[in-house]
């Protein structure tokens, strides 16, 4: 039987500072993929990761259409 996601993510809390630790020692390596992709899980861990703006065609504002339909119409 599958557990309830509270419980699992109580138990993947429980490696937070091992997989910390971990990414830490990605980030020192001489490895550039795994420095940098270790950097920025850490940043985006820490930080958060940046908004992303929800803007419409060529970064106008969104525009949302509404079309009436009706069901009785032939």
């Known amino acids: 039987m ?5 419980e699992i993510r109580s138990l993947a809390r429980k ?7 971990r990414l830490v ?9 795994a420095s ?3 950097s920025i899980a850490l940043i985006d861990r820490g930080w958060g ?6 803007t419409g065609a060529d970064g ?6 509404v079309k009436k ?3 009785d119409a032939d």
Not at 2 to 6: D, G, H, I, L, T
Not at 25 to 33: E, L, V
Not at 49 to 54: G, L, N, S, T
């Open 2 to 6: 599958a557990k309830a996601p509270v």
């Open 15 to 21: 490696h937070t500072q091992e997989a910390i630790d």
């Open 25 to 33: 020692f990605w980030m020192r390596s001489d490895n550039p993929k």
């Open 36 to 38: 940098a992709s270790s």
């Open 49 to 54: 990761k940046p908004e992303q703006a929800i």
């Open 60 to 65: 106008g504002p969104l525009q949302v259409i």
């Open 69 to 71: 339909f009706d069901a």
